[in-house]
């Protein structure tokens, strides 16, 4: 197969995560026979420093004319002032919407592993499997943004908006992969109080009832999800939900993993007909400046996401359980960074890591 692949590997651990996925891009390749033309742009703080905005054009252009993206991470201390005109998450969302990437996936799977790395009781975390479906391109994020001048002192309004079309395409991405899996889908929402969630509830309620009456549906205020998934997240199997109670549920989420740097994501667009999806792929950390440049930051998330860019984008399901098993095989022989290792055992450098899973990549 011939790809064409763009990375942007952003800001802080960004590039060196980064670069450990590229290396086991180039691995599958080797070991499959295929064709992957790489490029790279600019995108987040980096790209601000160089061309004075967050979402050059060039970065656009590079992005539509590839099979699929993969980012690092954006942001840091540096570009870090709400006030600025620019800033480098304005990248990030701004690319999400120049390639209609509405949908991102976040598995959440425990290697038994990583169990001592979880701050929750181990009984918790046996059978933990789940996805969670996050909204990309609408709500609060998206919505217009503004503060006002009071008598009484100043005002700021944030829109949350939602359209039926939007949540329609949502939930029937989501139903499709619960069909797959264990026929379990709960939307999450907040529709005692907001009236998006209720448009929300509603229109999801009707769609699962129209096209997905074989799956069973559960409605699940955030709060309360937030709550179940440390009391009883081996419950899970697959999680829908609006774009702000995505975030901040999948970062939870990450701790049952035991660390943000072992979970993968992928944000993709609509299905087409020809033989590659769009998608970005990134790991859900971000770009940690407080350890950029040392060495330290866990590959294994953006290893793992470049396992979701072959079986999502490019449609290359055994190259990607390729990736996959060797990122498992490396945790089973405990070459690991710091933060997943056991305590009193050796902690591994992000390049050690990195060449640990790449040299695993194998046929079956």
């Not at 967050?54 to 954006?74: E, F, H, N, W, Y």
């Not at 009391?231 to 829908?240: E, H, K, L, S, T």
Request: proline fraction near 5%; include cysteine; glycine fraction near 10%.
């Amino acid at each position: 197969m011939n790809a064409t692949i763009t990375t942007l590997p952003g800001d802080g651990i960004g590039p060196e995560v980064v670069a450990q996925g590229v290396a086991a891009l180039q691995k599958v390749a080797q070991v499959y026979g295929h064709s992957f033309t790489l490029k790279t742009a600019l995108l987040g703080g980096c790209a601000i420093d160089a061309t004075g905005i967050a979402l050059p054009q060039d970065t656009i252009d590079a992005c539509t004319t590839s099979d699929a993206v993969l980012l690092g991470a954006v942001g840091g201390p540096k570009w870090d002032n709400p006030s600025a005109k620019v800033r480098p998450e304005q990248g990030l969302l701004g690319i999400r919407k120049a390639l209609g990437l509405y949908a991102n996936l976040r598995p959440v799977t425990i290697h038994p592993k990583l169990i001592p790395a979880s701050p929750l009781r181990p009984d918790l975390l046996v059978g933990v499997d789940m996805v969670v479906v996050r909204e990309l391109t609408g709500g609060i994020y998206f919505g217009d943004k503004k503060r006002e001048a009071h008598a009484s002192g100043e005002v700021a309004i944030d829109t949350c908006i939602y359209t039926t079309g939007e949540i329609e395409r949502i939930v029937r991405a989501s139903a499709l992969i619960a069909r797959g899996r264990k026929k379990k889908l709960v939307s999450v929402d907040k529709a005692n109080v907001l009236e998006t969630s209720r448009l929300w509830r509603s229109v999801t309620t009707r769609v699962m009832k129209e096209e997905f009456a074989d799956i069973a549906l559960e409605h699940m205020l955030v709060d309360a999800c937030a709550m179940h998934l440390i009391r009883r997240p081996a419950d899970f199997d697959v999680i829908v939900t609006e774009n702000m109670f995505g975030d901040i549920l999948t970062d939870e989420a990450s701790q049952l993993a035991g660390s943000m740097g072992m979970l993968p994501s992928a944000s993709l667009g609509a299905d087409g007909t020809g033989p590659t999806r769009m998608g970005l792929y990134e790991p859900i950390h971000g770009s940690a400046p407080d350890i950029a440049g040392k060495g330290v930051a866990n590959p294994m998330a953006t290893m793992l996401s470049i396992a979701l860019l072959l079986r999502h984008s490019l449609h290359l399901e055994h190259e990607a359980q390729a990736v996959e098993r060797a990122v498992y095989a490396t945790l089973e022989a405990g070459i690991v960074t710091g933060d997943v290792a056991p305590k009193g055992s050796t902690a591994h450098s992000t390049g050690e890591v990195g060449a640990a899973v790449v040299s695993r990549i194998t046929r079956a």
